[in-house]
């Protein structure tokens, strides 16, 4: 392995592995956003959980706790600097600089380097970072401080020597099964369950489930949506509203999507019929079919009992864990519906009923969708899905928490370790056979005096009943009773 102290730069060759890292693992693929598709994106808080995992699995600081926060303004940082780029990359007045958001509706896209094929070649796959640094500064045109100057106003130093195994690599297999252990294991933390046969089959039972064919194409294939939708509202592309909703009729079916075209309102200015015609729509087709949260049905339990008890924090890592349960298909469907359900829900909103709130429609209209336990009261449902709404922009994050436990397993798998004796939270602290002997032979002798102690002090008991109990005492264990009373 490498050492990042034996490197020329190493605060540079910390940037360059964070770079390559985020160009090979988080995933990019086609997206849209507001009714556009866009090529070849990634969203931002999978950028962060990316970076997030890489810098804590490589202790490039050591064993510093790395808020969040701090990997926002890596990710910033890097966004400056021309790494990637915000999607649409239209940004309103020439002065206002783009901001990173860790969100799972924020776009962006990687930029070409110059010469990057040329200036790096083969040892860009070797993590060079003095090379890479060079066309990254190249390739920016900001006059700020240099990436290097970032560690410092983080208060974030790269640590003496810490070490990055190349020669070793996991498969992604195993990387798999090694976040869907830890992530149960996590939740059993936080979740009080019953029974355990639900959550350790959970990948059988969601495989289960009926998944509604997807049309990816149906914009682009579909007439009836081109002239009705995409026609009609080429001037409302900024709308945050219609932008949600189009991104839900992607699950809607042909049929459907036919129909709304059919009745699509004749006033090119009457979005509030536009409005209404996408909301009834996607509330018809969500009130009828399977639940996207319906597997699990313990973990509702237990979410709802921490919001009662008001654990909003502990709820919202256990939400977070439970979401990322889910298989990519339902996680992206329900990503979408969340994300149209709090835009919907807002009070400022397009009004969807006169004389209700917002926040209670979107509730009542597509609770059913998201979640129908017959075990859970209508109050908690209720609480539940509010909850959802409410931090919609952070249940798809992934807990900090849990970034820490995987890398440091994965990183003992690396290493040929034992992968759980260091994980940081196991139910029984492992210890040496002759260890647990001592421990033992202790923990005994202690409860056996406090029970003597009880006895002789309990003045309920009568004397006769006192000396039966103390001969009894004696008979199993006279060193602890004479260690006690003496000779």
């Known amino acids: 392995g490498f050492s990042v102290a034996q490197q020329p730069f190493g605060a540079t060759y910390v940037w360059s592995s964070i770079i390559n890292t985020l160009q090979t693992q988080v995933e990019v693929k086609k997206r849209r956003h507001h009714l556009k598709r866009h090529n070849d994106c990634f969203v931002g808080s999978e950028a962060v959980d990316v970076i997030f995992s890489h810098l804590i699995q490589n202790k490039y600081f050591g064993d510093v706790d790395i808020p969040r926060a701090k990997v926002v303004r890596v990710c910033q940082a890097l966004m400056d600097y021309k790494v990637f780029e915000a999607v649409p990359t239209k940004v309103f007045g020439k002065d206002k600089k783009p901001t990173f958001e860790d969100s799972s509706c924020s776009l962006y896209r990687f930029t070409t380097i110059p010469n990057q094929d040329s200036q790096l070649g083969k040892e860009n796959k070797l993590y060079s970072p003095s090379r890479y640094s060079d066309a990254l500064f190249r390739s920016s045109d900001s006059t700020s401080a240099s990436l290097e100057d970032l560690w410092e106003n983080l208060s ?49 039972v969601v495989s289960k489930v009926p998944q509604p064919k997807r049309q990816p194409d149906l914009i682009n294939n579909s007439n009836y949506l081109d002239r ?7 001037d409302s592309q900024e709308d945050e509203w219609l932008s949600a909703a189009a991104d839900c009729l992607e699950y809607l ?60 924090e502990i709820a919202l890592e ?35 009923q006169k004389e209700s709130d917002n926040r209670m429609v979107v509730k009542r209209i597509f609770s059913k969708a998201i979640v129908d336990n017959k075990n859970l ?30 890398s440091v397993k994965l990183m003992a798998i690396q290493k040929g370790r034992d992968p759980n004796r260091d994980t940081g939270y196991i139910y029984c602290q492992r210890i040496d056979q002759s260890d647990y002997s001592d421990y033992t032979q202790k923990t005994t002798k202690d409860e056996l005096m406090n029970l003597l102690k009880t006895i002789d002090e309990d003045s309920k008991l009568s004397a006769k009943e006192k000396k039966k109990l103390l001969s009894q005492f004696y008979k199993y264990h006279p060193d602890i009773f004479i260690e006690y009373f003496g000779d």
């Not at 908690?380 to 249940?395: E, G, M």
């Open 228 to 234: 009705g939708i995409l026609k009609a509202y080429s």
């Open 253 to 312: 079916p042909d049929q459907m999507v036919v129909d709304i075209s059919r009745n699509f309102p004749e006033q090119p200015d009457r979005t509030d019929l536009v409005k209404e015609l996408l909301f009834d729509a996607i509330g018809k087709y969500y009130s009828s079919r399977e639940p996207l949260l319906n597997h699990l049905s313990d973990v509702h339990n237990g979410i709802a009992e921490l919001l009662v008890n008001g654990k909003t």
């Open 156 to 204: 974030l130093k790269p640590a003496n020597s810490p070490h990055i195994n190349m020669s070793t690599t996991l498969s992604p297999q195993v990387i798999n099964e090694v976040w869907q252990e830890e992530t149960i294991r996590r939740l059993l933390q936080l979740v009080d369950l019953p029974l355990l046969d639900s959550l350790l089959r959970q990948q059988e």
């Open 318 to 352: 256990a939400t977070q864990l439970f979401l990322k349960l889910l298989d990519s298909q339902n996680r992206e469907e329900f990503r979408r519906l969340l994300y149209f359900m709090a835009v919907a829900a807002h009070p400022s909103a397009f009004k969807l």
């Open 377 to 406: 009261s209508k109050g908690k449902t209720d609480l539940l899905v509010l909850f959802l709404i409410d931090h919609q922009k952070d249940v798809f994050k992934i807990p900090g928490t849990l970034h820490k436990i995987v």
